[in-house]
């Protein structure tokens, strides 16, 4: 009997101790962030510097692999179908939670396929406008848009971008008229406005700040909460007319569903020691995006919020991916 008890303690110390050392392990070798997009655009930028931070931290290498297709789609599904073992990550955007909303026949779902990790930071969006445009804010802008319905047009990076569902949303919460031109992506839409072929456009604010410093664009309005410290001098949607107005791009990242819970409370620890690195914090804040993390949880209740908000847009407005 003595012996058998003995033979138990063993193995149990035996087991208590492998379970932290399994997280401690990790990584043990190289990990893979998916960005589902080109390289240059702020997913791939925030996607370099985190690994780059992460692989400082724990003498791993994280490599960004591009994998770009079907407006993140192609990417998202092959983290989605790839083993829980925290050796392939997603690093998506907004878009990531609107695409299932738009498409019919979705590959995957946010919530059953992946394990949220973190959140990452966000970035409001501006609505710009060509220089030549006879407004100065966007209270100029909705004045306008109400003495001439059905003039103006709007561009949109996509169809289901967040752009094109705040759009969609000042139209509904101003009741306005103006016509939404979805394009197939940000440069073009921005060539256009740029142009003057349409009036205006709404998108992410680390890809509008080079054209609004240089000129080629003219900022209206910031669609977060509050101002940006870039440009203090452009009013909120919020206070210029259409009070509680809050969009903005944000960034998150994920691993399949099933991901061992010890992983997840390494992997959501190194998250957050990396997202306090000044130079990370500092690079991508020139651009305009807030770095910050999240526990796995947080990120959840965000993703469940989100939908429902976006849900409520894309139902009204009919916005769907033939």
Known sequence: ??????????????????MPAHAASYPDKPVRIVVPYPPGGTVDQLARLLAQQL????????????RAGASGVIGSEHVAQSPPDGYTLLLQATTFVINPLITPASPYDVRKDFTPVSFLGST????????????????????????QPGR???????????GHLAEEAVKRDARLDFLVV?????????????????A???????????????GKLKALAVTGERRVPQLPGIPTVAESGLPGFDMVSWYGLWAPA??????????????AKATRAPQ???????????????????????????????????????????
């Not at 692989?55 to 591009?66: K, L, P």
């Not at 409001?124 to 407004?135: F, G, I």
């Not at 409370?265 to 998250?271: D, T, Y």
């Not at 804040?285 to 908000?309: C, F, M, N």
């Open 1 to 18: 009997m003595e012996r058998f008890a003995i033979w138990i303690l063993a193995l149990l110390f035996t087991l208590a101790g492998g």
């Open 152 to 162: 103006y047009s709007l561009g949109a990076p996509a169809v289901g971008a967040l």
């Open 124 to 147: 409001p969006m501006l609505v710009v406008a060509h220089p030549s445009l006879p407004a100065q804010n966007f209270a100029g802008f909705v004045e306008l848009l109400r003495k």
């Open 55 to 66: 692989a400082g931290q724990t003498g791993q290498s994280f490599i960004v692999d591009n």
């Open 200 to 214: 205006a456009g709404i998108e992410a604010m680390p890809a509008l700040l080079p054209m609004v410093r240089g």
């Open 280 to 322: 990370l914090v500092g690079q991508m804040a020139e651009q305009g995006l807030q770095v910050q993390s999240s526990t796995p949880a947080e990120l959840g209740a965000r993703i469940d919020a989100e939908t429902a908000k976006y849900q409520t847009i894309v139902k009204a407005a009919n916005i769907k991916v033939e």
């Open 258 to 271: 099933g991901l061992a819970p010890a992983v997840l409370q390494e992997l959501s620890a190194q998250i």
């Open 182 to 198: 979805p394009y197939k992506g940000t440069a073009p839409m921005l060539n256009d406005v740029a142009g003057n072929h349409v």
